[in-house]
Each structure stands twice: as C-alpha cells, then as structure tokens.
C-alpha cells in the first residue's frame, strides 16, 4: 500500500508514542555516562579509592 505524495505520514497512537519514549537500559546507562563525563562533580571530595575510580572510569 503506496501513500500519495500530498499525505502526511500517519500518526502513531499515544500508546505507540509512549512506548517510543522508553528507553532500553543500555540507552539509559549510555546517557547516563555521557552526562556523568560531560558534568564531572567537582565540589565533592573523594570519599574512597573506589569513589576514585569511579569518578574516572571513562
């Protein structure tokens, strides 16, 4: 089934958008490293070897 070219493309149900918006967790654990690496905490000291690298495992 060929759309016409002066159709717009359907639109997905709220139900199909809201499944859309939720993310896999790799995506999420991506994100969530990019935005730890982007915005460093710099104002909290260290509290252990571990928080340590924790901090700069990129």
Do not use: W, Y
């Not at 991506?30 to 252990?48: E, G």
Request: contains cysteine; aromatic residues 4%; proline residues 14%.
């Amino acid at each position: 089934m060929e759309r016409e070219m002066g159709q717009p493309p359907p639109q997905p149900s709220p139900q199909q958008a809201a499944q859309a918006r939720v993310r896999s967790p790799e995506v999420e654990m991506a994100l969530q490293d990019a935005m730890r690496v982007c915005n460093p905490d710099i104002k909290t000291p260290f509290h252990s070897l571990e928080d340590a690298v924790s901090r700069f495992d990129l």
